[in-house]
């Protein structure tokens, strides 16, 4: 449960809590998680006392209900440690809370926020299936109406927190007839209830101490008071909201990751001396550490903005798809070329960039892979230009 001292935090306090436990306690603790293959679950009980499952739910829920841009800066600092650490409460605080806040019923929202924000209660987002990746609409998990219950059948793939979670948000076909997105619902089904079983991975390139798992439904009755809203065949639209938090999210923990990898790769090559001055003399080491914070300060600039708009209530989907897109490129190029300066020290030991290369990698695959968002935002340049001669989600006035 989160501590009672922390929810009376005004956020600046809160903000410096966090960049403190994220300085003292998650980044000495990498290789603790690394050597377990697993985040030490002192560090997880720490994250709920700290409230970090519950800065997106209300505090009518419990939860420390910091806005978008306070997110957004929360996570700045929490990510400068590993990104592993975050996985533990993404699937809550973005994509799991954020549909069950705007679509869900009333009693869905108090049966599930409450305990979600005391990190009591990890709810997991199963959307992706063999057959369905980035063509997300057409997944075939079916769940068919039998009385007041529906029965959910079906195979669900890479889930974040899947081997942990006490509940998933499911995305299952309701209507057979119909192919796309109008055929899908959402519903809330428990991780422990007859005929579900989950597996995580037990290889992973990057974020192997929160593998991602598989998760089988196997004829699994669940009541219909856990149909997301009530409503039958707006699962993916319920979805969205949280969709766009959670990518927004993603890119300001490319932002954080960044930052690190900066700050370790500029101590690297100040204190490591070839030729008979420090690397940090040579102006070509000096090009990659100006190039690489130039990318970082316009892709925290691009977050900072997109999380403005929101706050001021629009959400900007197609500037918050072009920040996931960049943040995550702009992360893996960083990672790079800060693996190339460290030399040797890039590949063998246990420093920490070379495994955040490996981890921000996921960053452009999930959440929306690059070329997928790369094609959408040209798609709504196209069809918006046609209609009106401007870009979307314009600055025009
Ligand atoms: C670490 C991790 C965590 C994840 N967590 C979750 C989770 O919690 N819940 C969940 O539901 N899913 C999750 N996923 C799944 C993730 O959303 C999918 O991996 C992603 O949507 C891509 O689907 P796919 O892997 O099937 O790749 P595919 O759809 O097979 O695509 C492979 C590649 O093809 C290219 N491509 C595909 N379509 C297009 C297109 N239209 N235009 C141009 N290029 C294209 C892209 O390069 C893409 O990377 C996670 C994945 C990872 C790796």
């Known amino acids: 449960m989160i501590d009672p001292r922390v929810s009376s935090h005004d956020f600046d306090t809160y903000l410096k809590l966090i960049a403190d436990f994220t ?3 998650l980044i000495p603790g990498e290789n603790e998680m690394v050597a377990a293959a697993a985040v ?61 806040l705007d679509h869900g019923t009333d009693e869905q929202r108090d049966r599930m926020l409450a305990p979600m924000a005391a990190g009591e209660l990890v709810t997991a987002f199963a959307l992706t299936e063999e057959a369905a990746g980035s063509d997300a609409a057409h997944l075939i998990t079916r769940a ?14 890479y889930i974040t927190n899947a081997g942990w979670a006490d509940a998933f948000l499911v995305f299952a076909r309701t209507n057979a007839n119909e192919q796309g997105a109008a055929g899908v619902s959402a519903f809330i089904v428990d991780a422990h209830a007859p005929g579900v079983t989950a597996t995580s991975a037990t290889r992973m390139n990057g974020h192997a101490e929160a593998p991602v798992g598989e998760i089988r439904f196997d004829n699994v009755r669940t009541s219909e008071r856990n149909l997301l809203g009530g409503v039958e065949g707006r699962g993916l639209t319920m979805a969205l909201r949280g969709i766009n938090h959670a990518r927004l999210h993603v890119a300001a923990t490319c932002v954080g990751q960044a930052t690190r990898m900066l700050e370790e790769t500029t101590a690297h090559v100040t204190g490591r001396s070839q030729f008979g001055a420090p690397l940090a003399d040579l102006g070509a080491v000096q090009a990659v550490l100006g190039a690489g914070y130039a990318e970082l300060e316009a892709g925290r600039a691009l977050v900072l903005d997109c999380a ?12 918050i798809a072009a920040a996931k897109l960049y943040c995550s490129e702009m992360a893996s190029r960083v990672a790079d070329n800060c693996l190339q300066l460290l030399g040797g020290a890039g590949i063998v030991g246990d420093h920490p960039v070379p495994r955040m290369w490996r981890d921000v990698r996921a ?30 989600d314009t600055f025009r006035v």
Not at 41 to 48: E, G, I, K, N
Not at 145 to 157: C, F, P, S, T
Request: hydrophobic share 35%; glycine share 8%.
């Open 308 to 319: 403005a708009a929101f706050d001021a209530g629009s959400i900007p989907r197609h500037r």
């Open 40 to 100: 030490p679950d002192r560090l997880v009980a720490s994250m709920a006392e700290l409230g970090l499952f519950g800065i997106s739910i209300p505090r009518r829920y419990g939860g420390l209900e910091w806005s978008m841009t306070q997110q957004v800066r929360l996570t700045f600092e929490f990510t400068r440690a590993s990104c592993v650490y975050r996985s533990r409460f993404s699937t809550v605080i973005g994509l799991c809370s954020q549909a069950i």
């Open 144 to 157: 068919t109406r039998d009385g007041d219950a529906y029965v959910i059948d079906g195979d669900k793939r």
């Open 23 to 25: 300085t003292d306690e």
């Open 363 to 392: 960053l452009r695959i999930y959440e929306g892979s690059s070329p997928v968002h790369e094609r959408n935002l040209a798609k709504a340049m196209i069809k918006q230009v046609a209609t009106d001669g401007t870009l979307p």
